[in-house]
T-cell receptor
């Protein structure tokens, strides 16, 4: 059983379209992070959300943390081919030293 | 400044051989993590080092896996008697103490034939 379930698992869209990726859990997280990983590279941190209900914007990317701190979403507006990659959510559980990573969403943006 | 570096970038080994993977964290980062990523999957936690404290080994899949870290610098992950199911990308990350924002290296792709 995965602590963090992401959906969809795969997403292929045309350039210019909007999309939303979801990260859900039955557990409460003190914070959640979103990473993007490109082939042959390690994940790169995009954002950390800490407060329930928090919304953060990073250019065309909007991140939201659920009120109960059990879920998060990533919305991309007007997707571009450079957005292509594996999107991972991750969070620490209380008392844990490590991050638990989600199952990942592989996004392909077609020019 | 320099990021997290890992070596080798690729390693092909025969089943049953031992391998050593190396990680150089960002200078000043006291926390260091090792993860495993199988093809098409998310990251699986292996081990965590924090300063001079005893490492958290709760994620190591078997006693064939071990890791060491010298102070707050280089770490090595050793896999003994490699098996085909060990084939994966091994990622290292570092962070400031108490800060969960981790910075990852490019990984070592291990292929066991």
């Amino acid at each position: 059983t995965q602590l963090l379930e992401q959906s969809p698992q795969f997403l292929s869209i045309q350039e210019g379209e909007n999309l939303t990726v979801y990260c859900n859990s039955s557990s409460v997280f003190s914070s959640l992070q979103w990473y993007r990983q490109e082939p042959g590279e390690g994940p790169v941190l995009l954002v950390t959300v800490v407060t329930g209900g928090e919304v953060k914007k990073l250019k065309r990317l909007t991140f939201q943390f659920g009120d109960a701190r059990k879920d998060s979403s990533l919305h991309i507006t007007a997707a571009q081919p450079g957005d292509t990659g594996l999107y991972l959510c991750a969070g620490p559980l209380t008392g844990a030293n490590n991050l638990f990573f989600g199952t990942g969403t592989r996004l392909t943006v077609i020019p | 400044g320099a990021g997290v570096s890992q070596s080798p970038s690729n390693k092909v080994t025969e089943k049953g051989k031992d391998v050593e993977l190396r990680c150089d964290p960002i200078s000043g980062h006291t926390a260091l993590y090792w993860y495993r990523q199988r093809l098409g999957q998310g990251l699986e936690f292996l081990i965590y080092f924090q300063g001079n404290s005893a490492p958290d080994k709760s994620g190591l899949p078997s006693d064939r896996f071990s890791a060491e870290r010298t102070g707050e610098s280089v770490s090595t992950l050793t896999i003994q008697r490699t098996q085909q199911e060990d084939s994966a990308v091994y990622l290292c990350a570092s962070s400031l103490y108490g800060d969960y924002e981790q910075y990852f290296g490019p990984g070592t792709r291990l292929t066991v034939t």
